[in-house]
C-alpha cells in the first residue's frame, strides 16, 4: 500500500527566513499534486508535478520531484504571513494517497 | 472557486441518523472523488464515480453508500450515523480518471451528536 510521510507535521516560521516540507512516499508513483488548506476550507491546488525532475514555482513556493528517490521538496522564500496555512502532499498510485499535512504558522 | 458545488455546507444531526451530502462537478468533468476529513484519519478517499459507474472505492464504510446521477451530480449517503463520522466530506471532480487533476469543493461539514 502506498504510504505518504510528510515532515515536518508543524512549521513555526519567521517572516523573511527560508523553509523547506519533505514529501517521501513508499512506491513507485510519476505523479504528485501539493494542496493548500486555509483552516474550514477546501484544497486548493498548488503544483501537480508529472515526472523525474519536475520543478514548479509560483511566487515564493517552489516544488520539485525526485521519483527515483521518491521525494517531494516544496520550498518557501521569504516567508510572509499571507502563507500561514496547511499544505499537503497527494501521490497518485490506484487512488490520491495524502500526506498528513504540514500546519504552517508565519509570525513576525 | 473551483467550480465544484456542495450542499448543505453544514449538517448536524443525531446518532443513528441518515444525512444525504450533494455534490455537482465542475462543468464537463466525468469523475465524482469522495474524501473524508477528519483530525484522527487526516484526509481519506472513500469512492470515485466515472460517467455514472463506479471506478474505485478506498476506505468507505458499509452504512455508507453513493451514486453519480445521469446529469453527473453525486450523492453520498451517510446512514446509522456515529459520533465518529462528524468530519468534513469534500467532492472533487476530474476531467475524465485519476490521472487528471482533482478540484475540490468547498466541503459539508458534518457534525453527529
Known amino acids: 500500500e502506498l504510504k505518504v510521510e510528510q515532515n515536518p507535521l508543524f512549521l513555526s516560521m519567521q517572516e523573511g527566513k527560508n523553509y523547506t516540507i519533505y514529501c517521501n512516499y513508499s512506491?513507485?508513483?510519476?505523479?504528485l499534486y501539493w494542496y493548500r488548506q486555509d483552516p474550514g476550507k477546501s484544497l486548493e491546488s498548488l503544483f501537480v508535478?508529472?515526472?523525474?525532475?519536475a520543478v514548479k514555482q509560483e511566487g515564493r513556493l517552489m516544488a520539485s520531484l525526485d521519483t527515483k528517490a521518491r521525494l517531494s521538496t516544496l520550498h518557501i522564500t521569504a516567508a510572509v504571513h499571507d502563507l500561514s496555512a496547511t499544505y499537503f502532499c497527494a501521490v497518485l498510485g490506484g487512488k490520491l494517497q495524502f500526506g498528513a499535512g504540514t500546519q504552517v504558522v508565519v509570525t513576525p | 472557486d473551483s467550480g465544484v458545488t456542495q450542499t448543505p455546507k453544514h449538517l448536524i444531526t443525531a446518532t443513528g441518523q441518515r444525512v444525504t451530502l450533494r455534490c455537482s462537478p465542475r462543468s464537463g468533468d466525468l469523475s465524482v472523488y469522495w474524501y473524508q476529513q477528519s483530525l484522527d484519519q487526516g484526509l481519506q478517499f472513500l469512492i470515485q464515480y466515472y460517467n455514472g459507474e463506479e471506478r474505485a472505492k478506498g476506505n468507505i464504510l458499509e452504512r455508507f453508500s453513493a451514486q453519480q446521477f445521469p446529469d453527473l451530480h453525486s450523492e453520498l449517503n451517510l446512514s446509522s450515523l456515529e459520533l465518529g463520522d462528524s468530519a468534513l466530506y469534500f467532492c472533487?471532480?476530474?476531467?475524465?480518471?485519476?490521472?487528471?487533476?482533482?478540484?475540490f469543493g468547498p466541503g459539508t461539514r458534518l457534525t453527529v451528536l
Open positions: 472533487a471532480s476530474s476531467y475524465r480518471d485519476r490521472y487528471n487533476e482533482q478540484f
Open positions: 508535478l508529472l515526472s523525474n525532475g
Open positions: 512506491t513507485t508513483s510519476d505523479r
